[in-house]
């Protein structure tokens, strides 16, 4: 008999009748079985050369007490190691994360092995590697349309930073920058290098790679043809690849979108009945977004190769204090930072699958046929702008504009279907932007007060 036949005490109280004796054989082995997994892998499939392609990995070593072990990084086709790096499994045999980050120097296609070396008692080495493709292509200059409704602090400190890049020697430049403010004085196009007067047309619009579009109103007034520009930027990213950026903003952005031709570009949907050109009640408290699992792994909030570092630089920058209402992300998207308390608005058909909990989300993106849009619900990254977190500042944006341009720079990632939202298709900064110097028009000087708003810089000269 086996324990899964006859009921054992049964059979013992009827062996016991008929003077049988009965022996215990212990079948199969006592000890788990060995062996080691290697899974979970997330890495870019598209960077630039020189980039920091980090590899993020989980190796699960089952049966094995404290087994220090190498992960090794290759390049298919090629003999040698790329990186050697050894780890200790968890005693009780949970996963273990690792994370290898390399610098390709070659453009091209590259097919990269991470692996450890199978164990003598192990069971299976089938499990011991796995595979990624990364596609590595030159640095190209990234063509940048800012569109803005008025001056405000964001603008005036993000123009900047971009017309610096926009600034450099031909051989290290990086952005080339057009702003549009629709507020300005006419004549300003005439005084201001990276200004123009008026919104591009339809061809001119799909020589650009990203767009980010600041609080402005996209209803159309006084035959302004606004609808028709709205229409343009949905076929930019839809049918070109190209990258869409809305920032949020106490007048128009995002609420006055619900029945724009963006609708269905954005990845928000508008929730509510908050008054577009409401005024906001001020707000005393500060908050730092809470990034969410998908968000840590984005390169737009990597300061660091190193997760620690990474998360200490993240958990240091000054707080905001501002952030959006009346919406919430659409299926389908992802939710990369949310607010560490203020709740959302509204319900998901299917809740919880794609962002944190029932917090206000601050910062989702998705993909739309051919391009890609991210919404950030706050507008006082201007804050990160100052003394030591300056540097933090000109990189998160930088690497904001070169994600945004992946889709039309990505090669074979330039097709993507609706909906498709790959959290391992983005590149990391090769280099950080150089500090800001001490002008006023750098950003430099003191600090605008801590309840300063938008609207506040509407009061100098008309311009940029």
Known sequence: MTTE???????????AQMGVPLYFVGL??????????????????????NDHVVFDLRVTAQGYNNLTFPVILKEKGKPGELLHKDFTADASGKPVKVRLVYQPTEPGEHVYEVSTPKQPDEV??????????????????????????????????????????????????????????????PEYAGEDKTAIAYFPTKAELFTYDVVILGDVDPRSRDNN?????MRDLADFVRDHGGGLLLIAGERFAPQAYKDSPLRDVLPIELVGNKPIDGPDAPRVDGYRPELTPVGRLHPIFRFSPDEKENDETWNHLRE??????GYQPKRLTEVLAVHPSAKKEGKLPSEGDNFMSD???????????????????FNETWRW????????????????????A???????????????????????????????????????????????????????????
């Not at 803005?148 to 400190?157: M, P, Q, V």
């Not at 790959?422 to 932007?433: E, K, N």
Request: hydrophobic residues 30%; glycine residues 12%.
């Open 406 to 464: 992946r889709s039309r720079q990505g090669g074979q990632a330039d097709a993507l279907p609706p909906g498709r939202a790959d959290q391992g298709d983005c590149p990391l900064p090769r280099r950080r932007s150089a500090a800001v110097g001490g002008s006023r028009r750098q950003g430099g000087g003191g600090a605008p007060p801590r309840d300063a708003r938008p609207g506040d810089l509407e009061a100098g000269p008309r311009g940029g």
């Open 385 to 404: 702008g100052f003394r030591e977190d300056q540097l933090h500042y000109n990189q998160f944006w930088i690497q904001t504009v070169r994600y945004l």
């Open 5 to 15: 036949g006859e009921d054992l005490g049964k059979v013992s109280k009827y062996a």
């Open 320 to 325: 905001l204090y501002w952030w959006s209402e």
């Open 124 to 185: 299976d080495e089938t499990n011991n590697r796995l595979q990624r493709s990364v596609y590595v292509q030159e640095a190209k200059v990234i063509k940048v349309l800012y569109v803005e409704g008025y001056r405000r602090y964001e603008y005036h400190f993000l123009k900047s930073l971009l017309e610096r890049e926009s600034d450099r020697a031909k051989g290290n430049k990086s952005i080339d920058l057009k702003c549009l403010l629709l507020s300005a004085d």
């Open 225 to 229: 043809k606004m609808a028709e520009h």
């Open 359 to 377: 917090k206000q989300a601050l910062v989702v993106q998705q993909f739309v046929g051919a391009g890609r849009c991210l919404f950030f619900g």
């Open 28 to 49: 199969g082995d006592a000890h788990e079985v060995r062996d080691v997994i290697v899974h979970d892998l997330q890495v870019e499939d598209s960077v630039y050369v």
